[in-house]
């Protein structure tokens, strides 16, 4: 605005002789007319400035747009075909619970650790799980063409002794907040020998975090969860300690008929011969 007002007179004193013909009336009409020429080269400029910034951003936009997308982390191994833990070690306050420990746990197969308490039976659970970390060693799983994995949390559930049940129906104690159809929830009730044991069926209501549900249907259904989430490897820690024999022998029989790998720890079974392999941890 303001060059667009000074350049007109000021070419008039410094250019006198292209000036001559001019009298001062014109060059008053020069200046005025040139405020109507500033507005719409002011925004011509503007937009000629806002055009090149766009033009900067819309590039930058593409070059993202046109970038290849990085395979998605699932943690998920396809395949598994067994677990290897090498010279893996753990300790807690300074006291060493598992030294230099080696063993390799084929898919499909159920294993039993049983040793004293205290002895890391659950810390190794704990380490497959991810729930703990490792001081020295490595845990991995290997796929069918021999690659070695490291991180395969979603092959892997753990069911506890005493697993937790949220006042709500049987329906959202299993689905925990994900999609699943009736269909699939009342498949794994039958699996688990629970599709006939509640009234209502899938909207029974838990109460009291299950003060209305027996040890072990408690347990069936934290089995139930597993299965519906189809797992490769099941981490079982002393699940039936809390049961009468007669429902401790039910769920065992049910988790040793899944075909999957079973890592299961429990300080008395009265039939050993179940199992695929048995480690004891003192020798172990």
Not at 72 to 81: A, G, I, M, R
Not at 152 to 174: D, H, K
Not at 232 to 258: G, Y
């Amino acid at each position: 605005m303001f060059l667009g007002r000074v350049v007109p007179i000021a070419l008039y004193f410094l250019f006198p002789h292209f000036f001559e013909e001019t009298n001062f009336a014109a060059l008053v009409a020069m200046f005025i007319a040139s405020g109507t020429l500033t507005n719409p080269l002011q925004t011509m400029m503007y937009s000629l400035l806002a055009f090149q910034e766009a033009k900067s951003t819309t590039e930058k936009v593409y070059a993202v747009l046109d970038e290849v997308p990085e395979s998605p982390q699932t943690n998920y191994v396809e395949q598994l075909q067994r677990l290897v833990c090498t010279d893996v070690a753990k300790s807690f306050d300074n006291k060493r619970i598992l030294q230099d420990f080696n063993y390799t746990f084929e898919a499909g197969k159920h294993y039993l650790i049983r040793g004293a308490s205290g002895s890391g039976k659950s810390t190794l659970l704990k380490l497959i799980s991810k729930e703990e970390t490792l001081d020295a060693g490595k845990i991995a799983v290997y796929d069918h063409l021999q690659h070695s994995f490291t991180d395969f949390t979603q092959n892997v559930g753990m069911i506890q002794q005493n697993p937790y049940l949220f006042n709500a129906t049987i329906r959202e104690n299993l689905s925990l907040g994900q999609n699943f159809q009736d269909e699939q929830l009342l498949t794994v009730l039958q699996q688990v020998g629970l599709d006939q044991e509640f009234p209502e069926g899938l909207d029974f209501q838990v109460e009291d975090n299950g003060k209305n549900v027996s040890g072990g249907q408690r347990v069936r259904l934290e089995i139930a969860r597993f299965l519906l989430r189809q797992k490769d490897i099941l981490l079982a820690d002393e699940i039936t300690a809390a049961l009468d024999p007669a429902n401790a022998r039910k769920v065992r029989q049910l988790l040793l008929s899944l075909p999957i790998m079973i890592i299961e720890v429990a300080h008395y079974v009265d039939d050993l011969s179940v199992y695929d392999a048995v480690i004891d941890w003192e020798v172990a």
